[in-house]
Every structure is written in structure tokens, then in C-alpha cells.
């Protein structure tokens, strides 16, 4: 599976941002768990949201009201709504994803990962 992600870019405190990963190269079942990490410098990457194929959703506690995860499982992309940023949202945000539910995964038993797409708020 691959996942290409995009939307990243540089945006003033209060602004938004919607991040787009495409999965793609996979064979069967779609993954099941996709999920949105970021990582600041300096710091550990850390989960921001997930989403399982049955629409269930989780998010830091950072970012709950602010932000929003969805599918397009038609066209197998998942986004990341951004809103009211702030300058400690900056980071490089990954997409994730996993053939098992989103509860029984940890961070480091995602299986497939992007590149990342650097965020920064200024």
C-alpha cells in the first residue's frame, strides 16, 4: 500500500488546512484504520486522529473540535480538516494505515506510512 499525502503548506495562526492521503497499490480489502500522526521537531511523532472503515472516529485531545478526519472510500482518500491552527500545530503530519482496527493498534503497528507533508503556523 502506498499513501501519498498533500495539502501541507504554510498558514497564518487561526487559519485552515485540509490534508488529503491517497492509499493506493493495494490488493483486497482496503485498509481498514487510516490515521493522521504528526511529528514536531524536536519531539515524538504523536497521533492526532483515526478513522476505521465504519466511519468511527478518535482524536487527541489537542485537537477534538478543531479538527475533523474523514473518507472518500470510493476514491480510498482520507483527509484531515484543519481549523482555527495554531502555531503548535506545526509539525510534519503522516498518514497512516492498517488492515486491523483503529482501537487495537499502537502507533508503531501501523503498517504502511507516507512521507509526510510539512504544516507550519506562523
Known amino acids: 500500500v502506498q499513501l501519498v499525502e498533500s495539502g501541507g503548506g504554510s498558514v497564518q495562526a487561526g487559519g485552515s488546512l485540509r490534508l488529503s492521503c491517497a492509499a493506493r497499490g493495494y490488493t483486497g480489502h482496503r485498509p481498514y484504520c487510516m490515521g493522521w500522526f504528526r511529528q514536531a521537531p524536536g519531539k515524538e511523532r504523536e497521533e492526532v486522529a483515526t478513522?476505521?472503515?465504519?466511519?468511527?472516529?478518535s482524536y487527541a485531545d489537542s485537537v477534538k473540535g478543531l479538527f475533523t478526519i474523514s473518507r472518500d472510500k470510493a476514491n480510498d482518500n482520507t483527509y484531515l480538516q484543519m481549523n482555527a491552527l495554531k502555531p503548535t500545530d506545526t509539525a510534519m503530519y503522516y498518514c497512516?494505515?492498517?488492515?486491523?482496527?483503529?482501537?487495537?493498534?499502537?502507533?508503531?503497528?501501523?503498517?504502511?506510512w507516507g512521507q509526510g507533508t510539512q504544516v507550519t503556523v506562523s
Open positions: 497512516a494505515a492498517d488492515r486491523y482496527m483503529c482501537s487495537m493498534l499502537t502507533e508503531a503497528q501501523f503498517e504502511y
Open positions: 478513522i476505521d472503515d465504519d466511519g468511527s472516529a
